[in-house]
């Protein structure tokens, strides 16, 4: 059971009115938008190097931006921006109607896409769009492109029922899935055109379950690279030569055991580790409280031979929690140099290289890890191999700012009139670059950081899916908050 909270006060909107309103876009127009978006294969340029010569990128912010200027909001203007060489950004803008308000909000959101990957089910893929059971499936939906339909439907909500409301921009990008190189420039771009921004309302996060308005309080960071390690120059007979030569992927294995216990998983550089704030503590024992079992249920476990499903790393669920949120983490996320099991014969290979990911605690510094990394992994190489780390970028996480108490009280009305229960709060495993950039740009204000990500939606991997029904009631809390901002 869910620790009791606070009810909050009755909202500012007509909360029946407002979700009828909300519904009946999302399942008109709204739904046909994203439906298209899916279809086309707007992959992050990290992922798709001739991007600008491709064209989707181009395509889905065009769309997108047509689509919100034919929504007349009143007071809307709304741009385009792109620099050469770098995506396209959308940035729009609603003056404030509460004359006293001086700050600004600012909804964030993107457009850009992970890869396919594969392991879709039948009747499903990323570039091909099935709505059922209330669940829009293919890629990107989810992550983020339901988040600029969703902005523009909660101004609607706010205009619709004249509610006074705090100057509101967006800024809508287009390579956050390649670590957003290109959004700091246009921030700075943009300057005094943001605003004095006291909330920031981010679309691309989780949910714990779809049963109430998840805030995200923390977010770990991220750093990654390419391990390689070379031994000859050629391959060669694995009969003639193992024994003699030592293989590559034995290399590798321990160079891992340097950053990495392989029967804990625990990181062992301790500059890796940060303390866990007592305040984030006590907010996963209670997150624990709620979602119970839900947690685990959550993943797809194979079975084995005995019918028995495959355990998590901890059983505990608070533990499970912190993990996945303040503990770092290693993932070996791709390789070259090792043939396909059908290809493969008996040879000895010259080269391994492995893809590595990283999760960092949200206040370990993202460059310094990497560099720890870096120096590990290539000081004094076993058998004097040839072996490199490169390509080893990071991006630091992210813990939210002390919440004011407006901001706490606007969660908590958001989710009881439209969930009919008070706001939970969690971490999450995920990187948004945005969040520490506009945390040291606007240290003073409060960050809605939420989105639909919840059990099973599976961004960045096979069978993503948008939950509806959670977007509606989502768009309608952003709307509640954004008229009880002071």
């Keep these: 059971m869910n620790t009791p909270q606070p009810h909050g006060q009755a909202p500012v909107l007509d909360a029946a009115a407002a979700q009828a309103q909300i519904?009946?876009?999302?399942?008109?127009?709204?739904?046909?938008?994203?439906?298209?978006?899916?279809?086309?294969?707007?992959?992050?340029?990290?992922?798709?190097?001739?991007?600008?010569?491709?064209?989707?990128?181009?395509?889905?912010?065009?769309?997108?931006?047509?689509?919100?200027?034919?929504?007349?909001?009143?007071?809307?203007?709304?741009?385009?921006?792109?620099?050469?060489?770098?995506t396209p950004l959308i940035f729009f803008e609603v003056a404030g109607t509460r004359p006293e308000s001086a700050q600004t909000a600012l909804i964030y959101g993107h457009l850009d896409k992970q890869p396919e990957f594969s392991g879709w089910h039948e009747g499903l893929g990323?570039?091909?769009?099935?709505?059922?059971?209330?669940?829009?499936y293919g890629?990107?939906?989810?992550?983020?492109?339901?988040?600029?339909?969703?902005?523009?439907?909660?101004?609607?909500?706010?205009?619709?029922?004249?509610?006074?409301?705090?100057?509101?921009?967006?800024?809508?990008e287009a390579s956050e899935?390649?670590?957003?190189?290109?959004?700091?420039?246009?921030?700075?771009?943009l300057g005094d055109r943001l605003g004095d921004v006291g909330l920031v309302v981010c679309l691309d996060s989780g949910a714990g379950n779809y049963e109430r308005l998840w805030l995200t309080t923390n977010l770990r960071g991220m750093g990654g690279g390419t391990l390689q390690v070379e031994i000859l120059t050629e391959g060669v007979h694995s009969g003639d030569a193992s024994g003699l030569v030592p293989g590559t992927f034995r290399i590798l294995r321990q160079l891992l055991d340097r950053l990495e216990d392989s029967a804990t998983g625990r990181l062992l550089p301790e500059t890796l580790h940060c303390d866990i704030p007592q305040e984030r503590l006590e907010e996963a024992r209670t997150t624990a409280q709620i979602l119970a079992d839900q947690l685990f249920?959550?993943?797809?476990?194979?079975k084995n031979e005995q019918g028995q499903a495959a355990q998590p790393a901890t059983p505990d669920v608070t533990e499970a929690l912190l993990a996945r949120t303040w503990r770092p983490t290693l993932t070996v996320t791709g390789a070259d140099g090792?043939?396909?099991?059908r290809d493969a014969g008996n040879v000895l290979r010259p080269a391994t290289a492995l893809k590595l990911s990283f999760r960092l605690p949200p206040l370990v510094d993202a460059g310094a890890a990497?560099?720890?990394?870096?120096?590990?992994?290539?000081?004094?190489?076993?058998?004097?191999?040839?072996?490199?780390?490169?390509?080893?970028?990071?991006?630091?996480?992210?813990?939210?700012?002390?919440?004011?108490?407006?901001?706490?009280?606007?969660?908590?009305?958001?989710?009881?009139?439209?969930?009919?229960?008070?706001?939970?709060?969690?971490?999450?495993?995920g990187t948004i670059p945005l969040m520490g950039q506009l945390s040291r740009g606007f240290p003073e204000s409060q960050m809605m950081v939420c989105g639909v990500l919840g059990p099973g939606s599976n961004a960045h991997g096979p069978n993503?899916?948008?939950?509806?029904?959670y977007a509606k009631k989502l768009t309608a809390c952003v709307a509640e908050v954004l008229a009880r901002m002071p």
């Design 23 to 86: 519904d009946a876009q999302w399942d008109g127009d709204i739904l046909q938008q994203l439906t298209e978006y899916i279809r086309i294969p707007a992959k992050s340029p990290a992922f798709d190097p001739d991007w600008a010569k491709n064209g989707h990128i181009d395509q889905v912010v065009k769309n997108a931006a047509d689509w919100a200027r034919a929504q007349d909001v009143p007071g809307l203007t709304l741009e385009i921006l792109q620099d050469a060489g770098r």
């Design 126 to 136: 990323p570039w091909t769009p099935k709505y059922m059971d209330g669940r829009l």
């Design 139 to 172: 890629r990107g939906g989810a992550d983020d492109g339901y988040a600029v339909y969703a902005a523009i439907a909660a101004l609607q909500v706010l205009k619709a029922q004249g509610k006074p409301h705090p100057r509101i921009v967006g800024l809508i």
């Design 177 to 189: 899935e390649s670590g957003s190189p290109d959004l700091l420039p246009y921030i700075q771009k």
């Design 297 to 302: 249920a959550g993943y797809q476990w194979v």
């Design 338 to 341: 090792l043939p396909a099991v």
């Design 370 to 429: 990497m560099q720890q990394v870096k120096q590990l992994l290539e000081a004094d190489p076993p058998y004097q191999a040839r072996v490199s780390f490169s390509g080893g970028e990071g991006a630091t996480g992210w813990n939210a700012p002390a919440t004011a108490p407006w901001f706490a009280q606007a969660l908590d009305t958001a989710s009881n009139a439209f969930f009919g229960l008070p706001c939970g709060r969690i971490g999450q495993g």
């Design 464 to 469: 993503e899916f948008l939950h509806v029904p």
